[in-house]
């Protein structure tokens, strides 16, 4: 009657969404400002001025045939001859205008460049700790997902496993820097080994690697000294997912782009791949107002000083209590180790403290928490004497 | 290297697609005033004024992080008790807020929907002439596609060779009323004959056959006479696939719903199975600014007295011409019938008058060629009497 995979994804809600409205029912319960919510990935920092400027400029300016109309489907052609200027002098990327692909955010950046690149057989590797929803996507496209694990303490990838996995069946590598649920970056020297293995590997097996990279927190790093490597500077067959959600505060607007890079092999095949999968998948082109803002707006971010802040807050907090945390580079995600080896039992102790965080089981490793600090600076404030407690009741400190 | 099947898809343009571009080209050697393209169904009409007005009350009003952050993956949930309340209202429709599951469009809501449905075998009846893209739609999800031929002069079902199609494996019907091409509407005695068959049907196969209204054009009727049936007043295992593309001229914005008959069979796992779908093709919610927009102004539509202006003018025109034509009802495209076999042959002669008409062929008949009215009137007013040459050449009138 219906497809059984499609009721399973839909029927059976994910750890963070079943937090999520458990939160709601304790907020009605005890007050919404006693509830310590973790949880959710959502921006707490509005989007930066020049959003609403640029909306109400393009509102004001631009008839509404023209503003609310439909763009081609590889996005207006303005707007991608401006993100690929900009591409060139932020990261000295080439990326022409006619490689990229304005997309629906993240999501659909990702389930169109796996499905652009499908082929029966594939295999795609993530790393572990990986955002959960990889999975739906590459198991979505018929591939089988390979997770590789990680170094328990850096948490980058295991270079020895990940040789391993790379075998002949192997399409594409994904990888995400800042990372989702850890907040690690992979610094230049990471990067390159990576993409040295991929590239023996490709030489090895005559057939090219892609690796996708999967940037919605890009932007989202809080020392001078961290550098996101630009990918396709060092790596040719890359695919660059972007996404503006986070940078620019607007997730619910569902808007980003795919940059193919135009020295992949077969790169012109590769994209207009991509321009197939779109249309498949029922994307006739990324919302045109938004399109317009985001060109406006390409390279700037929401005030990030405030997860800088709260970064800090809580990885010394937590540390203080004893705890043991990743520090972390970048996105707005905290790693923390338990000190149980059950993830899941240490957050029901913690709920008992309406301290609300994922366990890391579904991000494929055990043992860890992920605590999103997109909060507002108080919640944590107000916070972390309930840590303590929890450090206590393990005998922390 | 990548997927071959959507390569295809990228790289061969649709024939739409092909006009438009050269009359793009055209246009820079003889003006664009001398280019009359009826090839492109891109509403000419405005927003109504209320989509302004929301836009700017949401973005004086709400909070940025509220506004652009994500809604629930089926959406808001105050805009879907929004649009169920009118769909009581309007159409005496009983549509709960959780069948409701708000899309990024049309094309968005049947890949959805497609996906939620689809088991193995599976095949997908649709009337031609139809929107060339349900093939790809269909296809893309592993369905066969099976065309159902059309009454040459009605342009309605021909209820015998559907009979004959309606085998077990028919997991659903999709029709699209008001058409895209042929502007027909389906009245209530064709739907109710459609619905008694698929009903007898049902009951031989001990099997719910779907039907898959595909809505983008419901408010485009002219007259007062015509109404367009509700489809879950009529049959429960239906699913409404709307778009607000057209009825707000908001084409480029991608926003719609997919609405589950909550009486049809299995209802409740045929809704979580959008969810799930929606997930898989990276659908995460839809344009949050826009789901506020169109809940306030859901109902209203764009000055359809233009489009309506523009049909009169055309119809007239070309029959008093001496060309054939399907009266259209609905949406903004005229059918007309070609003075001769080959539509493509006919097409290349209209290019000669610099006419650039849409042939019939890949809307599954053959004859005819689609004339999209969606223009300014002063295009009609100077096209016709090339028209009028046109039809000269055939020897008409």
Do not use: W
Not at 81 to 99: C, G, Y
Not at 162 to 171: C, G, H, M, Q, S
Not at 318 to 330: A, H, I, K, M, S
Not at 365 to 386: D, H, N, S, W
Request: net charge neutral.
């Amino acid at each position: 009657m219906y497809n059984q995979k499609s009721y399973e994804l839909g029927s059976k809600r994910s750890v963070i969404r079943e937090i999520f409205e458990y939160a709601k029912t304790r907020a009605a319960e005890v007050g919404a400002e006693n509830v310590f919510d973790f949880s959710i990935g959502n921006p707490s920092v509005p989007a930066p001025q020049e959003v609403q400027q640029a909306l109400v400029k393009e509102l004001t300016e631009t008839p509404s045939v023209a503003l609310h109309g439909y763009t081609s489907a590889q996005g207006d052609a303005n707007v991608r001859k401006t993100i690929s200027n900009n591409l060139k002098t932020r990261f000295n990327a080439d990326i022409p205008a006619d490689f990229l692909y304005m997309t629906c955010g993240a999501a659909a950046s990702l389930t169109i460049t796996l499905k652009a690149l499908y082929e029966e057989g594939d295999e795609v590797i993530v790393f572990a700790p990986f955002f959960t929803e990889y999975r739906v996507f590459v198991e979505g496209t018929g591939a089988k997902l390979v997770v590789v694990g990680a170094d328990e303490k850096t948490l980058l990838p295991d270079f020895n496993a990940l040789e391993k996995a790379l075998t002949p069946r192997v399409k594409a590598v994904i990888i995400n820097s800042p990372n989702n649920p850890s907040g690690v970056v992979y610094r230049e020297e990471t990067v390159v080994r990576l993409c040295e293995l991929l590239k023996k590997k490709s030489a090895e097996y005559g057939r090219a690697i892609y690796l996708i990279s999967d940037e919605p927190y890009r932007e989202l790093v809080y020392d001078k000294t961290v550098r996101v490597p630009f990918i396709t500077n060092y790596y040719e067959n890359a695919i660059v997912c972007y996404s503006y959600s986070k940078s620019l505060s607007l997730p619910g607007e569902r808007i980003g782009y795919i940059a193919v890079s135009p020295k992949a092999a077969q790169a012109r095949e590769v994209y207009l791949s991509v321009c197939g999968a779109g249309r498949t998948l029922g994307y006739v082109c990324a919302p045109a107002l938004f399109q317009r803002v985001v060109a406006a707006c390409d390279g700037l971010t929401a005030d990030l000083s405030i997860y800088k802040k709260n970064r800090e807050l809580l990885y010394n907090g937590l540390t203080e209590c004893g705890f043991t945390c990743v520090y972390p580079d970048g996105a707005f995600y905290l790693f923390m180790k338990t000190p149980v080896a059950d993830a899941y039992e240490f957050c029901e102790k913690a709920k008992a403290h309406d301290l609300l965080l994922v366990p890391s089981d579904d991000f494929g490793v055990k043992g860890f928490v992920r605590i999103a600090y997109c909060v507002q600076t108080e919640t944590i404030e107000r916070a972390l004497p309930k840590f303590s407690l929890l450090a206590k009741e393990y005998g922390l400190k």
